[in-house]
């Protein structure tokens, strides 16, 4: 005789089912949280356009150091992602372990603007490229604004977490992005084209513009209603506990194990992006005001796209949307290419290969919004500095690319990348979505409910 007892009670839900809010007075407050972190979202947009890292900075390099600066160049993408991947993993407990994440986050932004106003004032007062040192103060800059930038990525996305339920965080990533792109590009027509005409390139009033939208996007988060957490507890605070507990993630959920081979694979099409304006400036002459056509283009394309990523994101849930836009993300590399291989009308054309890189910051809010969703609460510092950090393996290999583009050309360089994300897109087919099993759940539970 079989002894066993049916448990009539119903099966947990999975962590991704009852993740928010946290705590009840969350969301009543809800549509105020949503609209002041659009709002920074927006104000630090305005900001970035003037800093992009697929034209403005690399351009500004050029300028800088002359000829034979693709090494250099190489070196951006290994400190932005440097930046954005080892300090998360360093602090992700004691972000969790904060009873008030939104100190983090404003604090993260206000000190994004710093290095940024360092460089304004130093080329605002001379010509920097008389200064032996400032290749050198330029890129321990940047490396230093991408640790505040990866802590702040940390942080806004445990703050979301907390404060704006699964459903709606597609609709901030619309209203911040669509809404932030009209003013960015508003402002970068205004401005950005007369600056960049200056002798010096304008790169310290572009810079100081950006420090000003920073620290102003950093005095809005205090705005947000955010309650305490409970008290955390004492221990497991430092780097190596927070090193042990990235590992453990890592073993336990295989999902997230995918989910950061996705992310390690679309993290070849960021590598590049420093070379799409060389490309241009050494196949088909374009320089100067035209980066201002290919700022506003890319950041355009942005918003356009979020009025697909959002909506899809919250109706039909964060795999399809992630899957739509690295899939159309492989275009881009192709599109140079095929541009510079058509000659002077591929120069009239070239600004829609930003058209085609505008899907990649969204791509990056997509994967950190699936992290979101894959587990509890209290896990969400731990999965999103985990992936953070697997996004950043491809980025060892950035100054041996940017050997390459120097020794054997764009050509062979891009057409690898396209490569490599077309197979991320692949992967994502072997992804969970959260939404289904969340669904799946509730009917068993209500089944279960249901038997007499």
């Known amino acids: 005789m079989d002894s066993t007892v049916d448990d009539p009670s119903p099966p947990p839900l999975p962590p991704a089912a009852h993740d928010w809010p946290v705590h009840p007075e969350i969301e009543p ?31 500004f390099l050029d300028w800088l150091a002359g000829p034979g600066a693709g090494v250099l160049r190489g070196c951006l993408p290994v400190l932005n992602r440097f930046g954005q991947s080892v300090p998360p ?32 004032i130093v080329c605002l007062i001379g010509d920097a490229r008389r200064l032996a040192w400032m290749p050198q103060l330029f890129l321990g800059l940047y ?43 508003l402002f970068a027509w205004w401005l950005l084209d007369d600056w960049l005409a200056l002798p010096d390139g304008g790169f310290g009033y572009a810079f100081g513009f950006t420090a000003v939208c920073f620290f102003l ?3 809005t988060v205090l705005l947000v209603f955010e309650p305490d957490d409970d008290p955390p507890p004492k221990s497991g605070y430092g780097g190596l506990a927070s090193v042990a507990d990235t590992l453990g993630a890592l073993r336990r959920d295989h999902n997230l194990r995918r989910l950061v081979l ?4 679309f993290g070849s099409s960021l590598i590049i992006f420093p070379h799409y304006q060389t490309l241009a400036r050494v196949q088909l002459g374009l320089y100067g005001p035209v980066l201002m056509v290919w700022v506003v283009a890319q950041n355009a394309a ?24 690295i899939l159309g993300s492989a275009a881009a590399p192709l599109l140079a290419i095929a541009m510079c291989r ?36 209290a896990e969400h510092p731990r999965y999103l500095s985990t992936l953070s950090l697997c996004l950043a393996v491809p980025f060892l290999l ?9 020794r054997i050309g764009f050509e062979p360089v891009f057409l690898s990348t396209s490569g490599l994300i077309l197979l991320g897109g692949g992967m994502t087919f072997r992804l969970e979505e959260p939404r289904h099993r969340r669904r799946e759940a509730e009917i068993v539970t209500l089944a279960a409910g249901g038997e007499e």
């Open 29 to 59: 407050q809800e549509p105020r949280n949503l609209l002041l972190l659009a709002v920074q979202q927006i104000v630090l947009r305005v900001g970035w356009i003037f800093k992009t890292e697929s034209v403005i900075i690399p351009a």
């Open 89 to 120: 993993v360093l602090c992700a407990n004691r972000l969790g372990a904060m009873r008030r994440k939104k100190r983090a986050l404003a604090g993260c932004v206000l000190m994004m603007s710093l290095p940024f106003a360092v460089l304004s």
């Open 143 to 185: 490396g230093l604004f991408f640790i505040f930038n990866g802590l702040y990525h940390l942080s806004f996305g445990t703050v979301q977490g907390k404060l704006i339920r699964p459903t709606r965080r597609g609709r901030l990533l619309l209203i911040s992005t669509f809404a932030g792109t009209i003013p960015a590009i």
């Open 217 to 219: 996007s950093g005095l």
């Open 262 to 265: 996705v992310a390690m694979l």
């Open 302 to 325: 942005v918003g356009m796209y979020s009025l697909l990523a959002g909506p899809l994101a919250d109706a039909w849930g964060n795999r399809l949307t992630l899957r739509t836009l």
């Open 342 to 377: 058509l000659g002077p009308t591929g120069a009239m054309w070239f600004w829609t290969v930003f058209i085609a890189l505008g899907g990649t910051p969204l791509v990056l809010r997509i994967l950190n919004n699936y992290a979101l969703e894959i587990c509890e609460p």
């Open 398 to 406: 950035s100054p041996a690319v940017g050997w390459a583009v120097d």
